[in-house]
């Protein structure tokens, strides 16, 4: 899979899809030659142009060779300020202020599977399953040292970068910068695609045109954010969902990042991406290393659907552990929505008993059981049980969940603290606070200086204390404000700027402590929502709850855009009230339940007050989702329509089964439209010989508006070959509705 060519120095990483060249030059300047489609050898058709670019410079031992520029040409891991113009991929600051390193190139290892990054999350790898490449570079002057490690999976496009600087000079340096990748492009001619958002609104597309200049997405937040993702991809102009070429980036990060990418003079494209610089300095001593987080950088040549199956795979099978790695998700109910703060032992227990009764699996009890909390001004820092509010405590809500065969889940918020808790009373000292400075707030709380040992210790007993005193299942674990003032008092003054990434190193340390004492334990994570959805995060918490805002039509582009990187069986998503709590909006109860089944499926409104006729939809809702269930978490998701596309009214997306024997097709049609055109659905990934029975058919409900026509076509039991149903294309029922959601289940003959 990786070769080198002593002769021709090139390093050719290789699998059947995909290929990624690069080159030492001259023996000492590792460049960029070729990433796409795999190509059996590289025989240098590119063949680098010797042109006299004017303000270019030239690098000291060739000063008379005008054409020999590393400002034109494609780099690996470009210096600062040095020999070339563009973005760089570190920068540094020398005891004397000097600015100026010049990495070279001295030597490379190729390494079986993948070998782990110590206190950080990384993709892993059976020895069989991947190739790991590492290059070593080291500064012309004897101050810098970096190796720059590629993995390739042997079965995926993907390409695993990260790199490690060390200071091997005599003096302590400062690193100001330290991407995880860099990358050239020969051309500009791409679409920029990244994911914005904000809270309840999360990760939208944003597809423009690449630009000559400077184009960022980041964070600045202290978290991955809603605001912005860490993920970039860059797609030919005409590339779809099922076509085109792709190249992906993906940081396995959950702090600040930033994606840069810069189109210059010559119309090269160069990507940058990691750890966000602005802020950022790392105090090296001699012989001290950073180690930079990992990216991804996935290529496809099958649209965006290829890019998203090569993610979703990493994600699965490469970064999520333990048991919930492969056990099916429980269906929950969560009680946030359904009382808020306002509940005790007896409401509890009636969730509980509807929840058994309705088939759900696991009731969650959400904020407000700990310290004095009735609302979000005090407590947290103090996770003791309100033993004023759940009289016999935590383990009588458990154990009223578990003697019906409910699972019992609760949630924590360990990374904050309220002022009017006992933790900040013993503890001022353990906010993150510019002395000087009044607190800056936030729901009213403050962010725990997780790059302290004491308190990552607490963090560790205080939750652990919790969950072995009490016969816990799952953990929502939240993050409700982002950082400002990230100073900790603990650190000497030139270490300050390393709080906002010593911050997240802690939070993984106290998650890998935590996860690792209680592997039975499913954890799901969140932010307000999906403010810390990435790939860094699901490392130690195999679920994340997606968003905040479960309108079902909020939720068709935020669960569409999430899944650009992330697969369904990672998003959590809820049944809620209508009128929603958001937005106000009345969707259908059809909409909401199918919308929800795409991810972790489960309800968070008060489903004792469900009537009748919605019991009965819900626990149709249950009996559906639980025989198609494997095929949803376990299964490749396709998307086929998106609300980003087209006339952003409809959305359809497509589930195949592990073993390709069960189909689910979910279609969604936000607003009925005079005049609309037949819709038909073209499916994707089937076997072309195969038969598809449908199983299970779901029409939107009719109601008294509805100028459709005849009552719901009677497909159940018909049987179509594969290549019917993706070349001819199945029609989907006229009904005249708002909110019209359809289900098809197919089971192969
Ligand atoms: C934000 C979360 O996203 C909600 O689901 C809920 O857990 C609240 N926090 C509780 O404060």
Not at 227 to 249: C, H, I, K, M
Not at 261 to 273: D, I, K, L, P, S
Request: glycine residues 8%; proline residues 4%; negative net charge.
């Amino acid at each position: 899979m990786i070769t080198f060519d002593e002769k021709t120095g090139l390093f050719h990483l290789k699998n059947s899809s995909m290929s990624y060249v690069m080159q030492v030059v001259r023996g000492k300047y590792l460049l960029h030659r070729y990433w796409g489609k795999a190509i059996r050898e590289f025989r240098d058709g590119r063949a680098f142009q010797p042109i006299d670019r004017a303000f270019s410079p030239q690098p000291g031992d060739y000063e008379n060779e005008r054409t020999f520029s590393l400002d034109v040409l494609p780099q690996e891991y470009p210096a600062y300020g040095h020999l070339d113009y563009r973005t760089p991929a570190y920068e540094v600051r020398l005891a004397d202020g000097t600015t100026t390193t010049e990495l070279r190139y001295e030597g490379y290892e190729i390494k079986k599977g993948k070998p782990s990054l110590a206190g950080l999350p990384a993709a892993y790898a059976e020895d069989h399953e991947a190739e790991t490449l590492v290059i070593k570079l080291k500064d012309l002057a004897g101050k810098l040292a970096a190796e720059l490690s590629y993995t390739i999976f042997a079965e995926l496009p993907v390409v695993a970068r990260n790199a490690k600087l060390t200071n091997i000079g005599g003096e302590a340096l400062e690193l100001t910068g330290a991407a995880s990748f860099a990358l050239d492009f020969f051309d500009h001619d791409f679409d920029r695609l990244s994911l914005y958002g904000g809270h309840a609104a999360e990760r939208s597309l944003e597809r423009v045109r690449l630009m000559r200049g400077i184009q960022e997405n980041s964070s600045r937040r202290g978290a991955s954010s809603h605001q912005q993702s860490p993920f970039l991809a860059l797609a030919r102009t005409d590339t779809g969902e099922n076509s085109g070429e792709v190249y992906g980036f993906s940081l396995v990060w959950s702090g600040e990042f930033s994606f840069k990418t810069e189109v210059e003079q010559f119309g090269t494209t160069r990507v940058v991406g990691g750890i966000n610089p602005q802020g950022f300095c790392w105090h090296l001593e001699p012989k001290e290393s950073f180690q930079t987080p990992e990216a991804w950088l996935a290529y496809s040549s099958e649209g965006l659907n290829g890019m998203s199956q090569a993610f979703h795979e990493v994600v699965r099978h490469h970064i999520v552990r333990g048991k919930y790695r492969d056990a099916l998700r429980p269906i929950l109910v969560n009680n946030w929505e359904a009382t808020y703060f306002d509940f005790d032992d007896e409401k509890m227990d009636h969730l509980a008993e509807t929840a058994k009764d309705l088939g759900i699996e696991l009731l969650v009890l959400d904020d407000g059981w700990f310290g004095k909390r009735s609302d979000d001004n005090s407590s947290l820092g103090d996770w003791q049980v309100n033993m004023s509010k759940l009289k016999n405590g935590l383990k009588g809500v458990a154990e009223s969940a578990h003697k019906r065969g409910l699972k019992f889940g609760l949630w924590f918020e360990p990374e904050m603290v309220s002022v009017d808790s006992d933790l900040y009373r013993a503890h001022p000292d353990w906010a993150l606070q510019a002395p000087d400075y009044p607190h800056t707030f936030s729901r009213h709380q403050l962010v725990l200086d997780l790059a302290r040992q004491e308190v990552r210790d607490y963090l560790v007993e205080s939750v652990s204390k919790i969950l072995r005193e009490n016969p816990i299942d799952y953990v929502k674990w939240d993050f409700n404000r982002h950082i400002t003032d990230a100073f900790s008092a603990e650190l000497p003054a030139e270490r300050q700027g390393e709080v906002r990434t010593r911050f997240v190193l802690g939070l993984y340390e106290v998650l890998e402590r935590i996860t690792q004492s209680f592997p039975e334990v499913l954890f799901e994570s969140c932010s307000g929502g999906g403010g810390r959805f990435d790939a860094g995060i699901l490392y130690y918490m195999p679920q994340t709850w997606t968003s905040d805002d479960t309108d079902a039509v909020q939720r068709l582009s935020i669960q569409s855009g999430t899944s650009l990187v992330f697969p369904p069986i990672t998003m959590g998503a809820h049944v809620s009230v209508v009128p929603n709590h958001q937005l106000g909006r009345v969707t259908s109860l059809q909409m909401r339940g199918l919308c929800a089944m795409m991810g972790d499926f489960g309800y968070e409104l008060d489903i004792t007050k469900f009537t009748e006729e919605e019991r009965r939809e819900v626990k149709e809702q249950i009996e559906l989702y639980k025989k198609i269930r494997p095929t949803m978490q376990r299964g490749s998701f396709y998307r086929l329509m998106t609300p980003f596309a087209g006339t952003k009214n409809e959305t359809a997306w497509q589930f195949v089964s592990q073993d390709g024997s069960r189909v689910v097709l979910l279609y969604f049609k936000t607003l009925a439209e005079p005049a609309a055109p037949i819709r038909l659905l073209k499916l994707t990934e089937l076997d072309p010989e195969a038969e598809y029975e449908i199983i299970e058919y779901l029409p939107a409900k009719r109601t008294s508006m509805d100028f459709g026509g005849e009552p719901a076509m009677d497909i159940k039991g018909k049987r179509f070959y594969g290549d019917e149903l993706m070349y001819s294309g199945l029609t989907v029922e006229k009904i005249d509705t708002d909110f019209a959601a359809y289900c098809w289940v197919f089971d192969k003959k």
